[in-house]
């Protein structure tokens, strides 16, 4: 057993670093800052997309022949905890993390040489048709039909949870195209243009009262068969493709300990009936410890993924572990923030957490976004299947149940 | 980093596992800690032949120069049969002590009668009054003519009535000053009396008193800045010892219990199709991973032997203690009336984790020590 962490990544940690201070702008940076759910300002994740393109480090996790940087998996790491400290906006996930795979894996030559450098460079931007209003946990229910006419498809249903369809200009969806077999066998993985005629987006405001979230309608909506990946009624096999490349890709552990020292800091600026700074404060000491080893619970389970990630071994239903660990602690953190910024997380003004809006908080600034992030952050155990999903899944694959 | 065991710490393991499953199943432990001295002499010579008493002692002193990884492998293995052979406070602890603090004739006296099985000794720190503690102590040694006297006592001696040789932490006042010593006191000298006990799930303990025993100079072992140190160290690697323990009981638990409720039907189906019980043993059984992992991150910082590790092992204390209790009584429920017998071994590795809770500090303890410390 060899603990030690190898002195080989220094160098690459020091470059990604420089890269960093001379790239991130402060308006970057302020968005990275004001960032209350796992989406960034729209326009400005676009921007710093652009200069990771420039410098080819975009899409970190993609194979080197689509644009990928060919980083080991220690080294992706390492980016993305740089990242994280410098406070840069988080990408645009839905894209280059979620349907770029899928196109890679799955994609025609022609496919692929369309699709993903306008993904990589941010011309395109993506959102993503799963969920529909009757079909959430259990996806594979979903109802929105695509009928076969002649070299096209005529799309009927409804799609919902569609995060960003209002600056979408593409989107990959999974469609019925046959009612036989089991409710996963008639499904298709399709690509399609927002702008095309019989779709409707109606925002969907969230409780933080962000609209991140939409309903998109289609009404007779005919998108070509050439828009299809992978074959008919093979599209849950893609889906599920997704989720095995998504493995080992992202990490919990670095961001909520990210987190929990702003929850120090903001518990050193508070002050308690006597006077004395919160951090202070025995019973709130406490729970950051009991929290802080929490994360360290969920660190080192990470690093044990990557571990064997990193020989070649497969997680399994680890990454289920790993979501409901990351989403719960997590949780808890925008909990201890909320109370550590007391009566300031009341206020509400969204205005002064616009980057680049030059509104002064009414509060301090520390405490702009504990509540909004407290607000969202309860998604985080119902979307990309529910903790209760997760744990139904970890009892039938790990505990044979 | 590389979690995968070398080729010699693979070997370990297997021999631990087997002799686990060979010489430890429920009733042949209930026989061995039944018996007089709570261990099995037979089963201490086979740990001496296989080596087992030499592991954490560096090569000069004899030893096979093992370091957390190997106590880690060795404790998980043995709380999976809750192994009552009391190499924690003999080997581990006493071992270290001995060797970090003793002179080349005091190594030589103890360390090679140790490897060898020949003799037990105990560490005597915790008093009753001080808690966990262990830099404040009220048993004294005072200096007189050629050596020592000693008077206090030490409670919850692990293994104390057994000890050939007891390790026992005393204030040494010379007039002028005080300073910690620590002293190697042989149990057959006059003015000791020891009150021995049986713990809940099954161990052996004493309390004992330190009437005017007199000890020549040369049982002194060290005293000073080295004793409080020394002590601090051998009490981190005690706690992430037991804690090791926890986490073999914990993978055993869960386990069992999981194959309990596919067997055990009520309302006509196995009880494991229930999802609400399936989502308690989904939560057992991530506890046991993040215990699984918070101990690797325990063996990680007491390698590289920096300031962190004493944080580290706070740490895990903590979330043993709390995981280890919540995954214990998950297991008693899940298993129904059945988990309240006697008859079934899940109430014993129950009891073990609860002792371990309150063995080197409890969850609460260890939590406001590493808050304190928080940056």
Known sequence: ?401 | MDFSLTEEQRLLKDSLDKFVQQEYDFESRRAIVENDAGFSAKHWQTFADLGWLAIPFSEEAGGLGGGPVETMLLMESFGKGLVAEPWLTTVLMSGYLIENLGSEEQKQRYLPAIVQGEMQVAVAVWEQQHGFDNQVVSTSANAVSGGYEINGQKEFVINGQNANCLLVSAKIDDGNESSLGLFCVDTTIPGISTQAFKTVEGGRAANVTFDNVVLDESALLASGEAVEKAIQHCMALGTFAVCAEAVGIMELLYNTTVEYTKTRKQFGVPIGKFQVLQHRMVNMFILYEQSQSLLLMAAIKLSEGGEEAQQAVSALKTWIGQAGRKLGQESIQLHGGMGMTDELNVGYYFKRLTAIDALFGNADMHLDRYAKALS
């Open chain 1, 1 to 401: 057993m060899d603990l030690t962490i190898s002195k080989k990544y220094q160098d690459f940690r020091a470059e990604v670093k420089s890269f960093l201070e001379e790239n991130l702008a402060p308006e970057l940076r302020e968005a990275g800052r004001f960032t209350t759910s796992v989406f960034s300002d729209s326009g400005l994740a676009m921007n710093w997309q652009k200069i990771l393109h420039k410098q080819g480090w975009a899409a970190p996790h993609w194979p080197v022949e689509y644009g990928g940087t060919g980083w080991d998996i220690v080294e992706r790491s390492i980016f993305a905890e740089e990242c994280l400290k410098a406070e840069a906006p988080l990408l645009v996930p839905i894209g280059l993390q979620m349907c770029g795979p899928c196109i890679i894996g799955f994609g025609t030559q022609e496919q692929k040489d369309y699709y993903l450098p306008r993904m990589l460079s941010g011309e395109d931007y993506w959102c993503q048709g799963y969920s529909e209003p009757g079909a959430g946990s259990d996806l594979s229910s979903l109802q929105t039909f695509a009928e076969s006419d002649g070299d096209d498809y005529i799309i009927n249903g409804t799609k919902i949870w569609t995060t960003y369809a209002q600056y979408a200009n593409k989107m990959f969806c999974l469609v019925r195209t046959s009612k036989e077999g089991k409710q996963q066998q008639g499904i298709t993985f399709l690509l399609l243009d927002m702008n095309t005629s019989g779709i409707t987006v109606e925002p969907i405001i969230g409780l933080d009262l962000v609209h991140e979230q939409n309903t998109v309608f289609f009404d007779n909506v005919r998108v070509p068969k050439a828009n299809r990946i992978g074959e008919e009624n093979n599209g849950w096999t893609v889906a599920k493709y997704l989720l095995e490349f998504e493995r080992g890709g992202s990490e919990y552990a670095p961001s909520i300990h990210f987190q929990l020292q702003k929850v120090k800091e903001m518990a050193a600026q508070a002050k308690t009936t006597n006077g004395e700074p919160l951090l202070n404060d025995h019973t709130f000491r406490r729970k950051i410890a009991n929290v802080e080893i929490e994360t360290k619970t969920l660190k080192f389970t990470e690093n044990r993924i990557k571990a064997a990630l990193g020989s070649g071994q497969n997680p399994g239903p680890a990454a289920s572990m790993t979501k409901i660990l990351g989403t719960e602690i997590s949780q808890k953190v925008t909990e201890l923030a909320i109370e550590a910024a007391s009566l300031n997380a009341l206020i509400l003004q969204p205005e002064a957490i616009e980057p680049g809006s030059g509104v002064d908080p009414i509060g301090p600034e520390l405490t702009l976004t504990a509540m909004p992030r407290y607000l969202n952050t309860r998604a985080t155990t119902i979307y990309g299947g529910s903790s209760e999903v997760q744990r139904g899944i970890i009892a039938k694959m790990v505990l044979g149940l």
